[in-house]
Nanobody, 121 residues
Framework: EVQLQASGGGFVQPGGSLRLSCTAS????????IGWYRQAPGKERAWVSC????????YYSVLVKGRFATSRVNANNTVYLQMNMLKPEDTAVYYC??????????????WGEGTLVTVSS
C-alpha cells in the first residue's frame, strides 16, 4: 500500500519560515515526481511546487517562487518544502502527491493527508 505523509505544519508569524516534509512508503520513491499542493479555506486546491523524478528539476507556482524551495532525499524517501517569508495568504492545508516517472506533476497517482499551515500575527 502506497502511503504519503506530510508533516511539519504549524502556526507562524508573517515573515517566518517552516519546513514541511513528505515521507513515502510502498513505492519506488526515486521513480516518482513529488508535488506540493495547498487548499486554503473556501478555495480550490492549488499546485505549489514539483520536483521531478529524473533529475530533481524543480518548478514553482508564481505565488511562491523565490520564497519556497523543494528538495528530495531519495535515500530517506522524503521530499521537503522549505517555506520562507511566509504571508497570511499562504495559510492552507498543504498536501504532497506522487506521479510515477513524472517531470512536472501533471497528473498525480497518489495523495497524502495534509498538514495545516497558519500564518498570522
Amino acid at each position: 500500500e502506497v502511503q504519503l505523509q506530510a508533516s511539519g505544519g504549524g502556526f507562524v508569524q508573517p515573515g517566518g519560515s517552516l519546513r514541511l516534509s513528505c515521507t513515502a512508503s510502498g513505492l519506488t520513491f526515486e521513480d516518482y515526481a513529488i508535488g506540493w499542493y495547498r487548499q486554503a479555506p473556501g478555495k480550490e486546491r492549488a499546485w505549489v511546487s514539483c520536483i521531478s523524478s529524473t533529475d530533481s528539476s524543480t518548478y514553482y507556482s508564481v505565488l511562491v517562487k523565490g520564497r519556497f524551495a523543494t528538495s528530495r532525499v531519495n535515500a530517506n524517501n522524503t521530499v521537503y518544502l522549505q517555506m520562507n517569508m511566509l504571508k497570511p495568504e499562504d495559510t492552507a492545508v498543504y498536501y504532497c502527491a506522487a506521479e510515477k516517472y513524472g517531470t512536472m506533476c501533471a497528473g498525480m497517482d497518489y495523495w497524502g493527508e495534509g498538514t495545516l499551515v497558519t500564518v498570522s500575527s
